[in-house]
């Protein structure tokens, strides 16, 4: 069974810092890629940041670039997506998700993403 957990989410002031957590599980984690979506109230899902395992390449949209920083630890099955300098427009749900079927070097294919978490909620107050 397929599972991806997160966790790191909470409540921070503008300007501070949060790191994700996507820990996961049942599926061959070093041959994906994994990424991180957020949805904030009234908007539609967006893609944010990714990594493609294989070849540890990575990918952020605009919006987060220089702010967002993300990691993969194949040995603990981990992602983290490490979060500074947070702005109240970045207060969302943030889902991990994992992309298994597409071989690929790149990750940022955000409409191939077949398994998703629960997500974690991130707001930050201005």
């Known amino acids: 069974e397929v599972q991806l957990v997160e966790s790191g989410g909470g409540l921070v002031q503008a300007g501070g810092s949060l790191r994700l957590s996507c820990v996961a599980s049942?599926?061959?984690?070093?041959?994906?890629?994994i990424g991180w979506f957020r949805r904030a109230p009234g908007k539609e899902r967006e893609g944010v940041s990714c990594?493609?395992?294989?070849?540890?390449?990575?990918y952020h949209t605009e919006s987060v670039k220089g702010r967002f920083a993300i990691s993969s630890d194949k040995a603990k099955n981990t992602v983290y997506l490490q979060m500074t300098s947070l702005k109240p427009e970045d207060t969302a749900v943030y889902y991990c998700?994992?992309?298994?079927?597409?071989?690929?070097?790149?990750?940022?294919?955000?409409?191939?993403?077949?398994?998703w978490g629960q997500g974690t909620q991130v707001t930050v107050s201005s």
């Open positions: 049942g599926f061959s984690f070093d041959e994906s890629s």
């Open positions: 998700a994992a992309l298994t079927t597409l071989a690929t070097n790149v990750c940022h294919y955000w409409s191939e993403y077949d398994y």
């Open positions: 990594i493609n395992n294989p070849a540890d390449s990575t």
